[in-house]
């Protein structure tokens, strides 16, 4: 069984940053990609962030691009998001998912669809303040 915890979440004034991790357990073996989603209170989850398995593609939803970066410790069965330059907007709980397979398309964009990712974890909260 699968498990993902996520950690690392708190409340920030904007331009302020936050790292959040995502410990994998359980099964931990094979190749697969890694994304994190958010969901602000009264919208739908949206796609934030995701990266193959060797690291080698990453993607970025327009709104975070440039502030913020996902990467992982294979190892160490671990993925990072580095939140720089936080904005109000962001405020939201972060969930990180593992996909079914590794992620190497040959277009990024195909990295965002939630419907690649079978396992979840409970959610960190982030609370960007003015």
């Known amino acids: 069984q699968v498990q993902l915890v996520e950690s690392g979440g708190g409340l920030v004034q904007a331009g302020g940053s936050l790292r959040l991790s995502c410990a994998i357990s359980?099964?931990?073996?094979?190749?697969?990609?890694m994304g994190w989603f958010r969901q602000a209170p009264g919208k739908e989850r949206e796609f934030v962030a995701a990266?193959?398995?060797?690291?080698?593609?990453?993607y970025y939803a327009d709104s975070v691009k440039g502030r913020f970066t996902i990467s992982r410790d294979n190892a160490q069965n671990t993925v990072y998001l580095q939140m720089n330059s936080l904005k109000p907007e962001d405020t939201g709980v972060y969930y990180c998912?593992?996909?079914?397979?590794?992620?190497?398309?040959?277009?990024?964009?195909?990295?965002?669809?939630?419907?690649?990712?079978?396992?979840w974890g409970q959610g960190t909260q982030v609370t960007v303040s003015s």
């Open positions: 359980g099964q931990t073996s094979g190749v697969y990609a």
């Open positions: 998912a593992r996909a079914t397979n590794d992620g190497s398309y040959a277009l990024a964009s195909m990295l965002a669809p939630a419907h690649l990712y079978n396992y």
């Open positions: 990266c193959s398995w060797n690291g080698g593609t990453t």
